[in-house]
């Protein structure tokens, strides 16, 4: 018998850094690590690009963003939702 397993899509939550492009903005999201040799934490940001569709989210936003197909050369995410608005 073969199963359908369903593939489960990393949903990440981060903060809108641009939207200068057209219907493509760019979400920002911090992590603290551990330096090993240093002994002390340290924050490491990763920058992604995300489809937005309407154009609705703006600079500040609170945003939550899943993984989907390629849709151009960097761009693999879309936006799910906007958690937190700016104001």
Same mark, same amino acid.
């Given at each position: 018998?073969?199963?359908?397993?369903?593939?489960?899509? /990393?949903? @990440?939550?981060?903060?809108?850094?641009?939207? $200068?492009?057209?219907?493509?903005?760019?979400?920002?999201?911090?992590?603290?690590?551990?330096?090993? %040799? &240093?002994?002390?934490? #340290?924050?490491? $940001? /990763?920058? &992604?690009?995300?489809?937005?569709? !309407?154009?609705?989210?703006?600079?500040?936003? +609170?945003?939550? @963003?899943?993984?989907? !197909?390629? #849709?151009?050369?960097?761009? /693999?995410? %879309?936006?799910? !939702? +906007?958690? !937190?608005? /700016?104001?």
């Amino acid at each position: 018998m073969t199963e359908i397993i369903k593939k489960i899509d /990393r949903v @990440f939550t981060g903060v809108v850094v641009s939207t $200068s492009m057209d219907k493509t903005i760019t979400a920002n999201i911090d992590r603290n690590v551990w330096h090993k %040799t &240093y002994n002390k934490q #340290i924050t490491k $940001s /990763r920058k &992604y690009k995300v489809h937005d569709e !309407k154009g609705i989210a703006t600079v500040g936003n +609170i945003i939550m @963003f899943k993984e989907c !197909k390629p #849709i151009s050369k960097d761009k /693999r995410w %879309t936006l799910v !939702k +906007i958690v !937190k608005d /700016r104001k």
